[in-house]
């Protein structure tokens, strides 16, 4: 069995059970059990995270492969991950380590020190750490203690994430992170149930309680042919980043590939390129295509300049100065860093 650490945010109840209140899905465990997520267990009436400093993922990342195109773009992400995920996406892009990695493999994963992190980022001049690849939820302990040590060093705190923390979560983490890109998967309350396992109203109002804790935030959509494609879908989608988070929200619509489970044909670029124009009728400012070469310059929302020049996941020019604002016409744009100086 994994080292225990005690986890946070969860009550203990009568008959050794205990309540989570990490997630949204507050799973109720009974003693010897664990949560929906697999890395949360209950031992003696007490709520352990079962993964703490186990990471199967350590890389240094461009933050653009976040993706994060407004938050310091050009700059490098040292990135983590633990296994475990509270979410059962039948399109898992990261399948092999959310949703299928052993509790043996677990064991034998040695247990980095939140120490080593930091020493690892700020050896790789990394400017910030990712919490990433996984749902980074689920081994929220880690990322707390390792997002502390952060900032004392000087580097800023991301999360990728599939929006489903709750609200006690966003309380006690909002002042360490400084920035997340929410995944919201459909914006059908029946699509989040059949695939996914999950609700989507938690993800919106987990959207809306990060960015009034002052995290900058950015959505992602992986758009899936006959899944969350049709026109109703992606107009309640963008009225409500729009109507909630701002219209000054980038939005990223990333093509879908066939993986894991699921098998629908691949996202025609017709698709993405109606999704755009949508979320441009809406008013959004910055909307970018993901998955794809193409749509991923940032271009001034006044006069439509080309700003930043993106290739692939690599910022090749960078034209903002460095009080965020458009070297032709002024107009002050959205984001922390822009300048990437």
């Known amino acids: 069995m994994s080292k225990l650490h005690e986890a946070l945010l969860y009550e203990q109840l009568p008959e050794n059970k205990v309540r989570c209140h990490l997630c949204a899905h507050k799973c109720l465990i009974a003693e010897g059990r664990r ?11 007490k709520l352990y995270s079962l993964t703490y400093g186990k990471l199967i993922a350590a890389h240094v990342d461009p933050i653009e492969k ?24 039948e399109w898992c892009q990261n399948w092999e380590i959310s949703q299928e990695y052993g509790e043996e493999s677990i064991d034998r ?34 990322s707390y203690d390792v ?17 489903y923390m709750s609200q006690e979560m966003i309380d006690l983490y909002g002042p360490l992170l400084d920035a997340a890109n929410v995944d919201i998967k459909a914006f059908t309350d029946e699509a989040y149930r059949k695939y996914i396992g999950a609700h989507l109203q938690p993800v919106l109002d987990a959207c809306v309680a990060l960015k009034q804790a ?30 909630k988070l701002g219209l000054e929200t980038p939005w990223h619509v990333s093509r879908y590939f066939p993986h894991y489970k699921f098998n629908a044909p691949t996202t025609p670029l017709a698709s993405i390129e109606k999704a755009i124009e949508i979320g441009q009728a809406a008013g959004l400012k910055y909307i970018y295509g993901g998955n794809f070469q193409g749509a991923a ?13 993106r290739y ?30």
């Open 35 to 45: 949560g929906i997520c697999q890395v949360r267990g209950n031992h003696s009436g």
């Open 214 to 243: 002052g995290v900058w935030l950015e959505i992602t959509t992986l758009l899936i042919p006959g899944i969350n494609d049709d026109e109703s879908q992606l107009k309640g989608l963008v009225q409500f980043i729009a109507e």
């Open 297 to 309: 310059d940032t271009l001034c929302p006044q006069c439509q300049t080309v700003l930043i020049e």
């Open 66 to 89: 976040k993706p994060l195109f407004h938050f310091y773009p050009g700059s490098s992400s040292f990135s983590i991950a633990s296994a475990g995920c509270n979410f059962r996406c």
């Open 109 to 142: 994963t040695a247990e980095t020190p939140p120490e080593a992190v930091i020493a690892s980022a700020k050896r790789s001049h990394c400017q910030s750490i990712s919490y990433t690849y996984t749902e980074p939820t689920v081994f929220f302990e880690y």
């Open 147 to 163: 997002s502390k040590l952060a900032h004392a060093a000087g580097l800023k705190n991301v999360y990728v994430t599939n929006g």
């Open 312 to 341: 692939g996941m690599s910022v090749s020019r960078n034209r903002i100065k460095e009080d965020n604002t458009c070297p032709v016409c002024g107009y002050k744009l959205a984001g922390i860093g822009m300048s990437g100086k």
